[in-house]
């Protein structure tokens, strides 16, 4: 498929209020890509700046999934993940813009964290000698609790929160890659649950064996 191409010199580049970006060159007629941040299994992940946002949230991620050669389970994943981030809105969960196709990718716009994940936070940590300050880890890790009561509150699974899939902004913790969540899977585990308490009320006591 043809990926979206790297704004050449973009670092270099004026304020787009001097120079006014190049239609063609638009995704969606409001996306700019900035640079490559990383690249999945199926999916690439860009910076892209958003022409017609106010100047604190003109940074978004977008992440790029080609639809055309992905097998039918992958582009439930794909879309699973714009459906379940568009149902939540908490501090602690990646904020979803908006999604859509554009050529023959389907495109998820996310906040942008520039701390970016817990997992290179620790590893700049590791490789400069230090630790979080124990304040630090209680203040994180109650967020964390806070967005993962929250989606369970929605009856949604995470199944692969790890500190590659946590991103930082503001000192703030952000739950991400929602594509790896279940929804209504909670409904099915307390229903089997509930069946089993209720199964194990209406079962006849044991009875002690006559010791001899």
Avoid at 102 to 112: G, H, K, L, S
Avoid at 164 to 176: A, T, Y
Wanted: overall charge positive; aromatic content about 8%.
């Amino acid at each position: 498929m043809p990926r979206f191409r790297e704004c050449p010199g973009q670092a270099q580049c004026h304020p787009a209020t001097q120079t006014p970006p190049d239609q063609s060159s638009l995704i969606a007629n409001r996306y700019i890509i900035q640079q490559r941040l990383g690249e999945g299994s199926f999916a690439t992940v860009y910076l892209v700046k958003d022409t017609k946002a106010v100047a604190a949230e003109r940074l978004k991620v977008l992440k790029e999934i080609p639809v055309g050669g992905l097998k039918p389970n992958e582009t439930v994943h794909a879309t699973q993940e714009a459906q379940l981030l568009s149902q939540l809105n908490h501090p602690a969960i990646l904020k979803f813009y908006t999604s859509f196709l554009e050529r023959d990718a389907f495109c998820i716009i996310t906040e942008y964290c520039e701390d970016k994940d817990l997992d290179c936070k620790l590893e700049e940590l590791k490789r400069t000698g230090r630790t979080l300050s124990e304040p630090q880890v209680c203040e994180w890790l109650c967020q964390l609790l806070l967005g993962v009561h929250y989606i369970h509150q929605r009856r949604i699974l995470h199944r692969d929160l790890k500190a590659k899939n946590i991103f930082i902004r503001k000192n703030i913790v952000k739950i991400g890659k929602l594509c790896f969540a279940v929804q209504r899977v909670l409904d099915v585990f307390l229903m089997f649950r509930q069946r089993f308490q209720k199964l194990l009320l209406m079962a006849p006591k044991a009875q002690t064996p006559p010791i001899w």
